[in-house]
Nanobody, 126 residues
Framework: QVQLVESGGGLVQAGGSLRLSCAAS????????MAWFRQAPGKERVFVAA????????YYGDSVKGRFTISRDNAKNTVYLQMNSLKPEETAVYYC???????????????????WGQGTQVTVSS
């Protein structure tokens, strides 16, 4: 059983930055793509970013391109999300997820991911 534990959320002013981390259990972290999604109250879950198993390819939702950066450290079983220039409308619970495909490149669709963390709250004040 894989466990994903997010951390790094909190309260930040608009324009500020946060760095989220997602630590994964198990020995096979390095062969799966990973992603971040977010969900605001009363809204659907939204794709934020994904990274391929090797880290060589990354993908971003249109609204975060140029401001957010996804990265991974396979030696530490951890994926990160650096978030800059945060906006109040980005207040949400942020979830990391592990792809179900071995050696995959990642996907915008949540259907590809079979393990999810419990989420970390990010609140951006105006």
């Amino acid at each position: 059983q894989v466990q994903l534990v997010e951390s790094g959320g909190g309260l930040v002013q608009a324009g500020g930055s946060l760095r989220l981390s997602c630590a994964a259990s198990g020995r096979t972290f390095g062969i799966y793509a990973m992603a971040w999604f977010r969900q605001a109250p009363g809204k659907e879950r939204v794709f934020v970013a994904a990274i391929s198993w090797s880290g060589s390819s990354t993908y971003y939702g249109d609204s975060v391109k140029g401001r957010f950066t996804i990265s991974r450290d396979n030696a530490k079983n951890t994926v990160y999300l650096q978030m800059n220039s945060l906006k109040p409308e980005e207040t949400a619970v942020y979830y990391c997820a592990r792809s179900s495909r071995v050696y995959g490149s990642g996907s915008y669709s949540g259907n590809e991911y079979d393990y999810w963390g419990q989420g970390t709250q990010v609140t951006v004040s105006s």
